[in-house]
Every structure is written in C-alpha cells, then in structure tokens.
C-alpha cells in the first residue's frame, strides 16, 4: 500500500473540506499546526520556522523540525520535503485560497514543481478538490461537476480525457491559456492523461463537493 501523508498549511482555517483521507502521517507546515488542531487533526511532525504558529505550539507538538526564519524554501516546501524523507509515496496538501492572495498562488505554483515529481499530490483547497497529474489522474463526482485543467510551469503535451462534456485527444494546454477552463463531468468518472509537463486538475468547490 502506498503511505500517505497530509500536509496541513497555514493561513485562515479551510471550509467546506468534507471526510480527508485516512494518512500514515500528519505534518504541518506552521501555522498550519493551529489550523490541524481547530479542524481536530492530531499532527505527527511540525515543520517551518514557526513565525506564525500560535506560542507553545513547538511544545505541543510530538515532533518538530525548526527552520531559520531567513530561508529559501516556504513551509510547504518543507513539509513536502519532509514527507518524502519520511518514505511518504503521496500527500494530500490541505489549504485555503482565504488570506494572502501570494501565499495562495505560490503553494499552487509549489506543488507542481519538478522537485517533488515522486509524489503524488492531492489537494483540498477549501471545499475543492485538486491534482498535480504528471501522468494519469481518475477523478469522481456527478454528471455537469465542473472541471478545470491548469497547465502549470510550461506547455503540456498529450492531454488526452474522457468523460468530460468536451474531451482532448492529445491536445495541447498552454499556462495562461482558456483551453481546459470549465469543463464538466458527462458521467460519474473521468480520467486525464497527460504526456509531458504538469496539469493541475480542479473541481471547484461549487460543484457541492
């Protein structure tokens, strides 16, 4: 089976969010320890430098993996960082597009980056759901469940769908671009399948889901 962890983020508390995926792991990326704890999550490990997890988090955490303020890399790079050293196969990164607007698109920018091309990546964005499809992606809901696929960090090449109202047979998405904007389900399941580059994959939350 393959071990499954969530990363919690930081930021104002996610909604809407429904039943989370059983994980093998807990991690938060800051603040997102507060947010775990308001949304009655237990966290494994801790991780960031801890500027904006509420005081005495670090000791009530069962572990904690403590960054310098002044750093390259955001506390969710580090949180996926730490869920692939922990032998963690896939992540289901759990956040908010509430608060800061930068922090918002970068985690999106972050999940889709090459370096993390080992894991399989889940989101749940509020009551939306996300993935970062590198190769095949099944996703399920209810006919007219809208659906959206984002080519991120460059061209992606041999999209090919089913099930959706307006299907791609190796079509080409570019970043920017309208193409794969609002599409819907025809049936119960669908599937995206891309060649080379990164689709993210979304359905929003106003489908209900």
């Not at 507060?34 to 500027?51: E, F, K, M, S, T």
Request: aromatic share 2%; proline share 4%.
């Amino acid at each position: 089976m393959s071990r499954h962890a969530l990363v919690i983020t930081g930021g104002p508390v996610p909604r809407n969010l429904g039943t989370l995926p059983a994980a093998d792991m807990v991690i938060a990326a800051d603040g997102g320890f507060d947010n775990a704890r308001d949304l009655g999550i237990h966290v494994d490990l801790l991780v960031g430098d801890l500027d904006s997890a509420s005081p005495g988090a670090a000791h009530q955490a069962q572990a904690v993996e403590r960054h310098p303020v002044d750093k390259d890399e955001t506390d969710l790079e580090l949180a996926l960082a730490a869920a692939l050293n922990a032998g963690m196969e896939s992540v289901t990164v759990i956040g908010t597009i509430g608060g800061r607007v930068d922090h918002a698109l970068g985690n999106l920018l972050v999940v889709a980056a090459d370096r993390w091309a080992d894991l399989r990546i889940h989101l749940r964005i509020d009551g939306t759901r996300a993935w970062v499809v590198r190769d095949r992606v099944e996703v399920h809901g209810t006919v007219d469940d809208l659906v959206s696929l984002l080519a991120v960090g460059g061209q992606a090449t041999g999209v090919t769908t089913t099930g959706l109202a307006w299907p791609l047979s190796n079509g080409v998405l570019e970043p920017g671009a309208g193409l794969g904007l609002s599409n819907r389900l025809a049936g119960p399941t669908a599937t995206v399948e891309v060649g080379t580059g990164v689709v993210i994959v979304l359905m929003p939350a106003a489908t209900g889901l």
